[in-house]
């Protein structure tokens, strides 16, 4: 038995020395900069099916008339607990947004994502990342949003994508966001927020190719408690891989506009 125990203490001694020495070479492998922090520059992009809901779901049809295409996958969560605490109006408000998500959600009429959204919309960004700044430009809608790595800014005026104020925790980049219009959603079940949103996003390098992202999420108008969401974007492996223009507003136009819509010329 004790000859048991000491085999049992060896092997946890061999492991945490693994880790460890895997947590310095993931540490000693990452890009930095000239000033020696993480270097976030790259195109990334989430692979979830959180943008059809943050939470565990299952598969769902869409609009009969549209078969497949528009029903929605199942997929894993990227809440912590899997649950969202929303207060009773909060809750029922998501319960109709819900059920109008075909008509109403914003995504649908080319809107700003806001976030956390815009970092697990099913399209790739890119950060532009020096010592004194930090540019993150999205494929949707043609989306961006600069981040203040300097004295922290208010903001001037409420805004889909908010106001960006970051700070470094050691390797990571912790980004303060305010200033949201309330506007935004955050997937298509119709989970949403107010204008009351605050948001801390943490950026960590998990090697060269991956950004080990968190949101935790704080709106005392919608929800019970903050809350935390978690998942990873992936480096695109291409080097010279840019953003294409996915400048969708043109093909909302008669959605939006109806019978002011005036058809191009055949």
Not at 37 to 46: R, T
Not at 84 to 90: Q, S
Not at 232 to 237: E, G, S, T
Request: glycine share 8%.
């Amino acid at each position: 038995m004790k000859r048991f125990t000491l085999m049992l203490l060896a092997l946890g001694l061999l492991l945490a020395a693994s880790a460890g020495a895997q947590q310095r070479a993931r540490t000693s492998d990452i890009p930095r900069l000239a000033n020696g922090k993480p270097n976030l520059s790259g195109v990334w992009q989430a692979f979830t099916t959180a943008n059809w809901n943050v939470l565990t779901h299952g598969a769902t049809a869409g609009p009969p008339e549209y078969g497949a295409l528009l029903a929605t996958p199942p997929g894993y969560g990227i809440v912590d607990g899997d649950e969202i605490p929303y207060l009773p109006a909060a809750a029922e408000q998501q319960r109709l947004n819900y059920e109008n998500r075909f008509k109403d959600d914003p995504e649908l009429k080319c809107y700003l994502p806001g976030l956390p959204r815009a970092n697990y919309l099913p399209y790739p960004l890119q950060i532009f990342h020096s010592d004194d700044h930090l540019l993150i430009t999205y494929q949707f809608a043609g989306a961006a949003r600069i981040v203040n790595l300097g004295s922290p800014e208010p903001s001037a005026i409420d805004s889909w994508m908010g106001i960006s104020n970051a700070r470094w925790d050691g390797d990571t980049l912790a980004v303060d966001v305010a200033g949201f219009n309330g506007m935004a959603w955050l997937d298509r079940a119709g989970n949403h927020s107010s204008s009351a949103l605050t948001v801390v996003e943490r950026y960590t390098l998990a090697g060269p190719d991956a950004i080990d992202y968190s949101a935790t999420i704080e709106d005392p108008q919608t929800f019970s408690r903050p809350w935390t969401m978690r998942f990873r974007l992936v480096r695109n492996p291409n080097p010279q891989q840019q953003l294409m223009e996915f400048k969708c507003v043109p093909f909302t136009e008669q959605l939006l506009y109806g019978d002011f819509y005036k058809r191009p010329p055949e």
